[in-house]
């Protein structure tokens, strides 16, 4: 089992920046592709961005594309996601997951394994 915490979430305006942090523990970290994914109210869960096993190589949805950063850092078990330029329109519970697989970075949830409890960003107008 792999244990995820998600941190960094909270109100901010809109134009604003924030960093979300999630640590992991319990596997071996550089094993596994991550992802971002969040879920707005009344909307299903979406994939927002993943990254590769050594953090070579990274993917965004178009919606995030040129305003969040997904990186990690192997040493200290942790992924992050850097989102500038805050809409109202990202205000979501944003979830931390592990893919299945070490030979891609998925874009679906089911093919993510592990996952965080999510943390909320609230972002007004």
């Known amino acids: 089992q792999m244990q995820l915490v998600e941190s960094g979430g909270g109100l901010v305006q809109a134009g604003d920046s924030l960093r979300l942090s999630c640590a992991a523990s319990?596997?071996?970290?550089?094993?596994?592709?991550m992802g971002w994914f969040r879920r707005a109210p009344g909307k299903e869960r979406e994939w927002v961005a993943g990254?590769?096993?050594?953090?070579?190589?990274?993917i965004y949805a178009d919606s995030v594309l040129g305003r969040f950063t997904i990186s990690r850092d192997n040493a200290k078990s942790t992924v992050y996601l850097r989102m500038n330029s805050l809409k109202p329109g990202d205000t979501a519970v944003y979830y931390c997951?592990?893919?299945?697989?070490?030979?891609?970075?998925?874009?679906?949830?089911?093919?993510?394994?592990?996952w965080g409890q999510g943390t909320q960003v609230t972002v007004a107008s």
């Open positions: 997951a592990a893919d299945a697989s070490t030979l891609r970075i998925g874009v679906t949830e089911n093919e993510y394994v592990y």
């Open positions: 319990g596997r071996t970290f550089s094993a596994y592709a």
């Open positions: 990254i590769n096993w050594s953090g070579s190589t990274t």
